[in-house]
């Protein structure tokens, strides 16, 4: 159970970027870029079809999440390059990461050693609390950095509630 969790978690930023793209991409395009875009995603349901076939067939589950994120990167890809395209080259998904997503980054792998070093199944009662302590250290690091580099658009949103709460 917890191998799924790790990878439906490790699925989300992919389709956090997936459902983004593919929504300015279907926001922007022209009536012949969106047939083509709906053949690509054809194309990209009929391989992820075989794949998921395939995959459940020699993992299991984590077969059904490995093809679902083969399938991702294909639309991911797909809408990268249009967005590239749409900007004549000066987009950067880079530059939409928010700011901290590297302490973030260090935090997951941070996490999963600790998970291979010290959280022991047949003790887990034991070797959970210090597991979940660097776990809490790393979520406590994560979330200031996040809010540090992103506090101004956080104000902004907290700004336009306040707003919006005046009007209802």
Not at 43 to 55: D, E, G, K, P, Q
Not at 112 to 118: H, Q, T
Not at 126 to 152: A, D, N
Request: glycine share 6%; with cysteine.
């Amino acid at each position: 159970m917890c191998i799924l969790i790790k990878f439906c978690t490790n699925d989300l930023c992919p389709s956090i970027f997936s459902g983004t793209s593919e929504a300015f991409l279907h926001s922007v395009a022209n009536e012949n870029q969106l047939k083509q875009s709906n053949n690509m995603l054809l194309l990209f349901s009929a391989i992820y079809t075989v794949l998921n076939v395939a995959f459940i067939k020699s993992a299991g589950a984590v077969g059904l999440i490995a093809a679902n994120s083969v399938n991702m990167l294909l639309r991911i890809s797909y809408s990268a390059v249009f967005i590239n395209e749409y900007f004549k080259g000066s987009f950067s998904f880079y530059r939409c990461l928010p700011a901290g997503w590297g302490v973030l980054l260090i935090s997951g792998l941070t996490t999963a050693f600790s998970e291979r070093m010290f959280l022991n199944r047949n003790r887990f009662k034991q070797t959970l609390p210090i597991h979940m302590v660097i776990g809490i250290m790393c979520l406590g690091f994560s979330l200031l950095e996040i809010y540090r580099g992103e506090k101004q658009f956080l104000m902004s949103i907290v700004k336009s509630l306040k707003g919006h709460d005046k009007h209802t």
